[in-house]
């Protein structure tokens, strides 16, 4: 099992819907949970990213982390085909150190239609 | 892009050449990284650098070599290029290791 899952998609939205983006992983150890968001030939660049537990919002993103599943989530509410691109979840166990490095789940692309 | 440029941006080279790519930082971040992704993999750890001269290997070491003797750069070296090491390479740098900040890649293809 890999540390880190994530269905790669495609994803296919209409402009104004709410997407849901996921990743579940196994190592109980993980405590920084992030997301980047990858334009097509770009570098990835971070979105958000959360620490333990919970919810943060930032504009029309939210992350959300449940470690009782081992589960994480964003979501992005009023999609705008700027939005098209592939989203990487990422998460580590300790800050800073070998242990802080990062592990990325494959991607999701998503296309949001006009 | 965070103050960091790659290079070259784009490379073909033959097998069995030594390859060399770039990484320059403005920032002045502790934490410089490589990566490789590549399709149905994802990104993928190379090496590691925590401080000048102070480096380590990740994921996928094998066939790569890298070096900081500055702050600002660090170069990772394919000693001896092969076809499965064609791919887009991505560097990275950090204050805190996990709040990483991407360049803009290099396409690297061995034929």
């Known amino acids: 099992q890999k540390e880190v899952e994530q269905d790669p998609g495609p994803l296919s939205v209409p402009e104004g819907a709410i997407v849901s983006l996921n990743c579940t992983y196994s190592?109980?150890?993980?405590?920084?949970f992030m997301w980047y968001r990858q334009y097509s030939r770009k570098g990835p660049e971070l979105l958000m990213y959360?620490?333990?537990?919970g919810n943060k919002e930032d504009g029309r993103f939210t992350a959300q982390v449940d470690k009782s599943s081992k589960y994480i989530s964003l979501f992005i509410r009023d999609s705008q085909p700027s939005d098209s691109a592939t989203y990487l979840c990422?998460?580590?166990?300790?800050?800073?150190?070998?242990?802080?490095?990062?592990?990325f789940g494959k991607g999701t692309k998503l296309s949001v239609k006009p | 892009d965070a103050g960091i440029t790659q290079s070259p941006r784009h490379k073909v080279t033959e097998t069995g050449t030594p390859v060399t790519l770039r990484c320059h930082q403005t920032?002045?971040?502790?934490?410089m990284y490589w990566y490789r992704q590549d399709p149905g993999h994802g990104l993928r750890l190379i090496h590691y650098?925590?401080?000048?001269?102070?480096?380590d290997k990740g994921e996928v070491s094998d066939g790569y070599s890298v070096s900081r003797s500055k702050t600002e750069d660090f170069l990772l070296t394919l000693e001896s290029a092969t076809s499965s090491q064609t791919s887009v390479y991505f560097c990275?740098?950090?204050?805190?290791?996990?709040?990483?900040?991407f360049g803009p890649g290099t396409r690297l293809t061995v034929t």
């Open positions: 650098s925590y401080g000048v001269k102070d480096t």
């Open positions: 920032e002045n971040h502790r934490y």
């Open positions: 990422a998460m580590s166990a300790l800050y800073g150190g070998s242990q802080g490095n990062l592990i």
């Open positions: 190592n109980s150890a993980f405590q920084y």
């Open positions: 990275a740098i950090s204050d805190s290791s996990y709040e990483q900040y």
């Open positions: 959360t620490y333990s537990s």
